[in-house]
T-cell receptor, first 120, second 113 residues
Framework: AQTVTQSQPEMSVQEAETVTLSCTYDTSESDYYLFWYKQPPSRQMILVIRQEAYKQQNATENRFSVNFQKAAKSFSLKISDSQLGDAAMYFCAHLGPLGGSSSNTGKLIFGQGTTLQVKP | KAGVTQTPRYLIKTRGQQVTLSCSPISGHRSVSWYQQTPGQGLQFLFEYFSETQRNKGNFPGRFSGRQFSNSRSEMNVSTLELGDSALYLC????????????FGSGTRLTVV
């Protein structure tokens, strides 16, 4: 079964600095998708960035980038130039391939989350 | 365009009652998934629907059920509520199976007393 682990329950960063959130996962599939979601106090989960496992190039979205190490099953999120609005809980998530095992269809597996504090 | 809409936002129910939560996906999205979020267990998958068919179900008791209508709107129902069912219930939608990323609603906060 797929598992996702975030080993950092809490992280803190100074405004304008860079922070990296860690995520490891376990899967027997060769094709899958990885995501980082942000959940502010408003509760709504917001998609930050996605990575397709068959693409070696690391995804980037403005100040957000990932370091995807497929062999090591590692998927870390780097936030550059941190802003006060980045403060939230961040979740790493795994999704199996479309058309793959029926037990994985449409099923996001989430890590436990990392609470990010941004200090002014 | 409108996002994923969940109603109601807050709900208080008594043990033993049943509850129905509603989710309206983004227009054109045919896949709808439901998740339960609690401080102790984190985010857990409940079920996923595509074109009115349940394609996947998580490890929850039969008291938890759902359905999807022809307009892709989805409902989930919890019968015989228990205190442990108190949670934030999140709905998410995508075009097909989520590989482009699921869009989440703001959730329904259910409190069972």
């Amino acid at each position: 079964a797929q598992t996702v682990t975030q080993s950092q329950p809490e992280m803190s960063v100074q405004e304008a600095e860079t922070v990296t959130l860690s995520c490891t996962y376990d899967t027997s599939e060769s094709d899958y998708y990885l995501f980082w979601y942000k959940q502010p106090p408003s509760r709504q989960m917001i998609l930050v960035i996605r990575q397709e496992a068959y693409k070696q190039q690391n995804a980037t979205e403005n100040r957000f980038s990932v370091n995807f190490q497929k062999a090591a099953k590692s998927f870390s999120l780097k936030i550059s130039d941190s802003q006060l609005g980045d403060a939230a809980m961040y979740f790493c998530a795994h999704l199996g391939p479309l058309g793959g095992s029926s037990s994985n269809t449409g099923k996001l597996i989430f890590g436990q989350g990392t609470t990010l504090q941004v200090k002014p | 365009k409108a996002g994923v809409t969940q109603t109601p936002r807050y709900l208080i129910k008594t043990r033993g009652q049943q509850v129905t939560l509603s989710c309206s996906p983004i227009s054109g999205h045919r896949s709808v998934s439901w998740y339960q979020q609690t401080p102790g267990q984190g985010l857990q998958f409940l079920f996923e629907y595509f074109s009115e068919t349940q394609r996947n179900k998580g490890n929850f008791p039969g008291r938890f059920s759902g359905r999807q209508f022809s307009n892709s709107r989805s409902e989930m129902n919890v019968s015989t509520l228990e205190l442990g069912d108190s949670a934030l219930y999140l709905c998410a939608s995508s075009l097909a199976g989520g590989n482009g990323g699921y869009t989440f609603g703001s959730g329904t906060r259910l409190t069972v007393v």
